[in-house]
């Protein structure tokens, strides 16, 4: 479908300093399949998109949609955006305040030069994009009077009206409060399937990439740090990074004694003692591996108290503090290392335990959900 | 002055910039920079050429020489010169201020009754000519005058105290001139400030006197600093106060000098007038760079905060009446007076000062003989002309040139240098380069309509630049974007998107510089022949010739006319939440 | 063969030449015009042109406007403009316009301005049949002018700040300190302070004119940048107490209609003839003479009379009033100061000018 290669382009300020921008990014859309850009702000994600886009003109690389290269730094090719037939949501929606609903949604119906169409056949397709967002009651309506929701259906009905190859999002929700926003990405996510367009979705927002995407390619510094499915990204996570930016993490750091094969269970020596943790990737004998266990993988009880169904890592410690979050739990647990010193771990769980501050915990986790940072 | 991009795209060797690449422009931006060349390299040569040869009797280039130059440096008239327009900016400069940030404070910051008339009273008077203001002033305060005769009352002295063609004279005339222009940049300034740093100093338990001079006048500061150095220069450029005002009585600037050299000597020196030209522009050139830097300071300083900010005024109790008070006391001050005495002197047979008599004399003589007047009729003609081709021309084209400089095309930051370079052209040189240029053209064109309005439009390019950029950066850059990934092309986008989104900010530009164009006498007075009279210019040769009353009856006409373009003005401004700078 | 060929094609040619210019005259010729049918000649031309623009020094409400006015109701076909500028500005104004190739002036009227425009070769000779009637020191012998008008000079005084019998009586009587910031004189003209320093420079001499100066100066005479008629009025506004060197005709006709200001003859009395010329290249040559032919006939002359203005047609009498103010009725001293004296002296007055009284 869309596919991007060795995408390069770097920002140079005014006075000659490089800046930020993208390095090499490298990879390829399935048809009808939602793909987000994932990443903190200056990651890169925006300009990939704004390439792919054509706003962009990149120094380097190759970006080819369908059987057709929109951009080719060899070969000198590069389509002009209006003729890349490709549709764009905006973060500020870019809804032209001095037209109306109708005039917004049929304007990429009457400036596209490839095909001409008759103002019924404007007028039926405005139509049909607005009623599948739900704005057919708005259509004369000036767009000024729209809410913010409807601004944001109104710029996807827009995107669609000349039914696009590839969608692109570039933080569509990221205007809207909280609660909206998650009706939006749900609705969202249903009309991408129901249409089949292939769409490529950029947010900073890691729950909701993970919430709407078929795959997510996580970006950092210019480079995509991983790439996969959500589960695949949140369960096992390569890098430091991966681990820390989706979702929250405990991190500890470990000496292998013997190499491990890739899939495979192995000991790791660690200042807590020794863990039993996954390694998605082979890995030689070495110190200093990370691995990482989410919180909610870790089970919390009062030292002592009987034993249920645990995991087969087990570490003791005292708690710190505890924070009531309503649906679950958040525990702050010092870990003591075999020096006495502590390490703080994060602990959630939807069980209340008879615990407080200062008492003496024991955790456990199970080994599969601890993992070593190596790549498959 | 405009932003410089910080961002540079469009080179394909990353990590260093291609000169190149730097200097290559598109066909569109090639285009324009040549028309831009066109209007503003032949008068930067001839203005350049003026300085260095000697001119024969019939006006063609003799010898060359530095003769010029070095007089700059013999002639103590240079120096004395240059200490008069010193002293003269920096007074009128104190004045406009004063008079601006009182009027700027109490408009933005406080309740005061009747504060919003401020705005469109200012407004209004940017319609009035500088001319006739300076005329009205020199009426009031003649020594035939008003307060003259009053003075001599009170005092009982048989001679009058004041005399107004001196230096103090010309400071407190263009500084009244120049406050209502002040007040309109200030309250821009005071009304970017948070209430709530002069709410907290009010908690703090100081009083509204000390809350304005530790926290408002503060916080203003670098934005009024930024703007005195503006007045500044525009006092030290100006032509007609110093021309009516400081000539009579031996007070000289470098502009009056100017304007001497080449109209009243004969034959016209015009190597000394290029000289001194040269000598002006060097003077503004350094002044407007150091302005640059004060301004862009300022606005790092501005305390704008985020969403939905709107500064509160403050509560002045019962103090507000004074307030009020000294609001209306400034408005007939400042154009209760002078429009008073213009309209008083417009009915008479002949004008000989404020006296019981002269009210049963009252004629509509004046009226008469101007409205039967042709050559009043075709003045009035011709200015509308000006000025509405003047804003024609300059508004499209700036906005054109402002959209592909906020939108980075390739080389338009050479558009942007060059449509606001005329800044460093004082009125009266820019006058002077145009006199050389059209008197070298190969074919009637001096003294022409068209000659006026080009020398108008390369005038006021760097207006019209500021204003169009003002409302291309109102436009959302994704609005565009959204066009183009529609499959629009850019002249498409352009048309269909960006036209009617700056339209509003495009209308208050026509208007603005439709108004400063007319206003003005010195970048037209070297340049207008019996064909191509405008009032500004008209109302000064009626003042030279001792025709005052009609001069009053031409002015009171013209300013009723041009109080109805502004009020428009003051009402789309308003309509549309445009300030007005 | 091919030289008749070419001797005919050139006669042919020359003959077309010879046709045109039979049909349009030169504007030399137009100026050069004698005898019955010129005033024909002249009037169908102009019927054609329209319209006609003079450059003078008139005042507009006195003199310039009653008497285009006058010639638009003689000759209702044309209309006659006009520019109302000091000698010097007129002079620029053409040189500017003739170096430009954009003339748009056709006749140039005023009281000190012959001398610059003939020497810049910017006019051209003409004849009229009106100037006929002037003594021959009222023409130009290489008829590049006629004589308009008389001009005498001297000092204007508020009426209310000053008592006659205070007033000064010679020119040493300037120099008295009571007069010390009380006067004003015009600043940038030929016809201003510069023909002032011109008659003391002839009547004393050069070494004692410079010790007059030099006292002089110390009076701290304003520079006035208007026209004299400006000056004139200031001074009855009582802006200016004394004005020197101004157009003695002018306070006689405000005291008559009861302004507070007195004209002051000091002997010698300078006087200058106006003079009209015809501009070279002028857009309207026709009219131009029509126009020249007017303001130099008695009917012409006549509404200068009416303005109080001193016409120089001999058989145009001179109003009343200003007799007190013509030297040869009043029985003063006069100067007459030719274009020619006047455009010799300007360098040495301007350096006594600038040496004294400028800084």
């Known amino acids: 479908m869309l596919s991007v290669s060795g995408l390069f382009k770097q920002y140079i300020s005014y006075d000659g300093t490089p800046g930020g921008g993208v390095f090499g990014a490298d990879f390829a859309l399935k048809e009808g399949e939602l793909f987000t850009l994932l990443g903190p702000s200056g990651c890169g994600k925006t300009t990939t998109l704004r390439a792919i886009a054509g706003l962009e003109t990149p120094q380097k690389g190759r970006i080819t949609l369908g059987s057709r290269d929109l951009f080719d730094s060899q070969a000198g090719i590069n389509v002009p955006m209006y003729d890349r037939d490709i549709g764009m949501v905006f973060q500020s929606y870019a809804i032209w305040p001095h037209m109306t609903v109708f005039e917004n949604a049929a304007y990429p119906l009457q400036v596209g030069r490839k095909n001409k169409y008759s103002s019924a056949e404007v007028a039926r397709k405005v139509k049909e994009a607005l009623d599948m967002v739900g704005l057919g009651a708005f259509i004369h309506r000036p767009s000024t009077q729209l809410s913010g929701g409807q601004q944001q259906r109104l710029a996807l009905a827009r995107a669609f009206t000349r039914e696009p190859h590839l969608l692109l999002l570039d933080e569509p929700l990221s205007n809207l409060d909280a609660q909206l926003r998650e009706h939006m990405r749900t609705e969202l996510k249903q009309l991408q399937k129901n249409t089949g367009v292939t769409a490529i979705y950029v947010t900073h927002d890691q729950s909701e990439a993970l919430a709407i995407s078929d795959r997510i390619a996580v970006m950092n510094e210019g480079k995509i740090v991983q790439l996969g499915a959500p589960k695949e990204i949140y369960n096992r996570p390569t890098s430091e990074f991966v681990a820390h930016f989706i979702g929250r993490t405990n991190l500890i750091h470990g000496d292998l004694a013997s190499s491990a094969a890739a899939g495979s269970t192995a000991t790791l020596a660690t200042p807590l003692g020794p863990l039993r943790c996954f390694f998605p990737g082979a890995a030689q004998a070495r110190s200093g591996i990370a691995v990482v266990v989410r919180p909610e993988h870790i089970r919390i009880r009062k030292a002592g108290a009987p034993v249920e169904a645990e995991g087969d890592n087990r570490l003791n410690g005292k708690l710190k503090a505890e924070t009531y979050l309503g649906e679950i739990v958040e525990y702050v647990v010092d870990a003591q290392d075999a020096s006495g010193g502590g390490k703080e771990f994060l602990v959630r769980t939807p069980f209340v335990q008879p615990i407080g501050p200062g008492d003496a915990v024991t955790l456990s986790f199970a080994s599969e959900r601890t993992i070593a940072l190596i790549e498959a | 002055m405009t932003t410089r991009p910080e961002v540079w795209d469009g080179s394909a060797a990353p990590m260093r910039m291609s000169v190149a690449r730097r200097f290559g422009v598109s066909p569109l931006v090639g285009i324009l920079i040549a028309v831009l060349l066109v209007f503003l390299v032949p008068p930067t040569i001839y203005l350049v050429q003026t300085s260095l040869f000697t001119t024969n009797f019939d006006g063609s280039f003799d010898q060359f020489t530095f003769r010029f130059y070095l007089e700059l440096f013999t002639n103590p008239r240079f120096f004395n010169n240059l200490v008069n327009a010193s002293i003269y900016a920096v007074g009128s400069a104190a004045v406009a201020l004063t008079l601006g940030v009182l009027q700027a404070w109490i408009v933005e910051r406080t309740n005061t009754p009747l504060r919003h008339y401020v705005f469109l009273i200012s407004i209004v008077s940017l319609g009035i000519p500088s001319v006739l203001y300076t005329v009205s002033f020199l009426l009031i305060l003649g020594k035939a005058g008003p307060l003259n005769l009053l003075l001599m009352e009170l005092t009982g002295s048989t001679t009058p105290l004041l005399n107004v063609y001196s230096m103090w004279g010309m400071v407190i005339i263009e500084g009244i001139d120049f406050a209502p222009l002040t007040f309109l940049l200030l309250s821009s300034v005071f009304r970017s400030n948070d209430a709530s740093f002069e709410e907290a100093s009010m908690m703090s338990g100081a009083g509204i006197a000390q809350t304005f001079r530790h926290i408002t006048l503060r916080l203003a500061t670098p934005g009024i600093m930024a703007l005195l150095i503006l007045i500044f220069i525009r006092a030290f450029e100006s032509f007609e106060t110093p021309a009516l005002v400081g000539r009579p009585g031996n007070v000289n600037v470098l502009t009056t000098e100017i304007y001497q050299s080449i109209q009243s000597t004969t034959p016209p020196n015009y190597g000394q007038a290029g000289a001194f030209s040269m000598a002006l522009m060097l003077i503004v050139i350094l002044l407007l760079v150091w302005y640059n830097r004060l301004s862009r300071h300022a606005e790092k300083y501005q305390t704008i905060t985020?969403?939905?900010?709107?500064?509160?005024?403050?509560?002045?109790?019962?103090?507000?009446?004074?307030?009020?008070g000294l609001l209306v006391l400034l408005f007939i001050i400042m154009i209760g007076l002078p429009v008073g005495i213009v309209v008083y002197a417009s009915f008479l047979p002949y004008y000989e000062g404020v006296t019981a008599k002269s009210f049963t004399q009252f004629t509509l003589a004046n009226y008469a003989q101007v409205f039967n007047s042709q050559s009043f009729k075709s003045s009035i003609g011709n200015t509308l002309i000006l000025g509405a081709a003047t804003a024609s021309l300059v508004c499209p084209f700036t906005a054109l040139c402002a959209w592909l400089a906020a939108r980075r095309h390739r080389g338009a930051w050479i558009l942007d240098q060059l449509a606001t370079m005329p800044l460093i052209f004082p009125a009266i040189v820019m006058g002077v380069a145009f006199l050389n240029v059209f008197l070298h053209m190969p074919f009637a064109f001096y003294g022409s309509l068209l000659s006026v309005i080009l020398a108008s439009m390369v005038r006021y390019l760097p207006y019209g630049m500021r204003y169009s950029y003002a409302g291309v950066l109102q436009v959302h850059r994704e609005l565009e974007e959204a066009s183009a990934l529609s499959g629009a092309r850019q002249a498409t986008t352009f048309l269909r998107v960006v036209v009617p989104l700056i339209t509003p900010a495009l209308i208050t530009c026509w208007l603005f510089v439709f108004l400063l164009s007319v206003k003005a006498v010195a970048a037209q007075i070297l340049l207008v022949g019996p064909k191509s009279q405008v009032i500004a210019v008209t109302l000064f040769d009626l003042w030279e010739n001792g025709q005052v009353t009609e001069l009053a009856a031409m002015g009171v006409t013209w300013m009723s006319l041009m109080t109805v373009v502004s009020t428009i003005f003051y009402l789309i401004a308003r309509r549309y939440g445009l300030s007005i700078r | 063969m091919t030289a008749t060929r070419i001797i005919s094609a050139l006669a042919v040619g020359a003959a077309l030449l010879w046709g045109t210019a039979a049909q349009a005259l030169t504007q030399e010729e137009i100026g050069n015009l004698q005898g019955p049918q010129r005033q024909k000649i002249l009037e169908d031309g102009a019927r054609k042109e329209g319209k006609v623009t003079i450059y003078s020094g008139m005042i507009v409400d006195q003199a310039l406007r009653p008497i285009t006015e006058a010639f638009m109701k003689k000759y209702p076909y044309i209309k006659a403009e006009y520019w109302r500028a000091d000698s010097n500005k007129i002079v620029q104004k053409i040189l500017a316009e003739a170096r430009a190739k954009a003339i748009t002036s056709d006749v140039a009227e005023s009281t000190s301005l012959s001398e610059p425009l003939i020497k810049a070769k910017v006019v051209l000779p003409f004849n009229s049949p009106e100037l006929d009637a002037y003594p021959v020191e009222y023409r130009d012998p290489r008829r590049l002018w006629g004589a308009t008008r008389f001009s005498y000079f001297g000092v204007a005084y508020n009426t209310n700040a000053i008592k006659a019998a205070d007033a000064p009586k010679t020119y040493e009587d300037l120099l008295d300190p009571k007069w010390k910031g009380k006067l004003a004189w015009r600043e940038g003209s030929d016809s201003g302070n510069l023909l002032f320093i011109t008659n003391i420079i002839m009547h004393m001499g050069d070494q004692k004119a410079d010790a007059y100066f030099q006292k002089l100066a110390q009076q701290k005479i304003v520079n006035f940048t208007g026209s004299a008629r400006t000056l004139v009025n200031n001074v009855m506004s009582g802006e200016y107490p004394m004005a020197l060197n101004i157009f003695l005709h002018h306070p006689v006709i405000s005291a008559q209609k009861g302004a507070p200001v007195a004209a002051l003859p000091l002997q010698p009395v300078p006087s200058l003839n106006g003079t009209v010329l015809f501009v070279k290249g002028a857009p309207n040559p026709h009219a131009a003479m029509l126009l020249i032919d007017f303001i130099l006939s008695k009917e012409g002359q006549s509404t200068l009379e009416a303005a109080n203005y001193l016409p120089a047609h001999p058989d145009a009498s001179t109003s009343p009033v200003l007799a007190s103010i013509i030297p040869k009725k009043a029985g003063l001293k006069e100067n007459f100061i030719t274009p020619q004296t006047l455009f010799d002296l300007n360098d040495k007055a301007e350096t006594a000018l600038k040496k004294y009284f400028k800084n």
């Open chain 2, 306 to 324: 985020g969403k939905g900010f709107r500064p509160r005024v403050m509560d002045l109790g019962k103090w507000r009446f004074l307030t009020a």
